[in-house]
């Protein structure tokens, strides 16, 4: 039944490229899944904790050359911050995980041979790209440029 509903609504999708229908699927879900991130995580704390870690890194560095104890301690100092990261962005996974389930079925039953060909032969690939590797080549820079505008940490 959904998967029903995702070929009509998405119908105008499959008339196009593969390559086309197939980068436009990733940045879609990595839009949708850099949403999440952006309203639901504390943007400026974990701007804080990020710098926070920075320093801690240099002062273990400089503490491990004279104090070994000292650098043990900001090393659990900075693991709690790194836990704290963690936990925050656990939060908007969950969403994420479920577009993930429901949707990428979908694409699977949808896009079953080869997406994208390449001009030239890789190992372990061979001269073509299913849509599943064609999906991850797409979405990493898509992502990328997403959390870039969002301003997500």
């Known amino acids: 039944m959904f998967e029903s509903f995702l070929s009509g609504a998405l119908a105008p999708l499959l008339g196009l ?42 002062r273990i560095k400089e503490a491990q050359k004279t104090d070994q104890k000292r650098a043990n301690e900001l090393m659990t100092e900075m693991l709690g911050l790194s836990n704290k990261q963690m936990m925050a962005n656990f939060k908007p996974m969950i969403p994420g995980m479920i ?32 849509w599943l590797m064609w999906y991850i080549v797409a979405s990493m820079p898509m992502t990328y440029m997403f959390r870039k505008m969002l301003g997500v940490q």
């Open 17 to 58: 490229n593969p390559v086309v229908g197939v980068f436009i699927i990733a940045a879609a879900v990595s839009l949708l899944l850099s949403l999440p991130y952006r309203f639901l995580v504390d943007q400026k704390k974990m701007r804080e904790h990020k710098e926070k870690v920075k320093e801690i890194q240099k």
């Open 99 to 130: 577009l993930v389930i429901l949707f990428l079925p979908w694409v699977a039953a949808t896009f079953t041979g080869p997406v994208a060909l390449l001009p030239f032969s890789l190992p372990f690939f061979g001269k073509d790209f299913g």
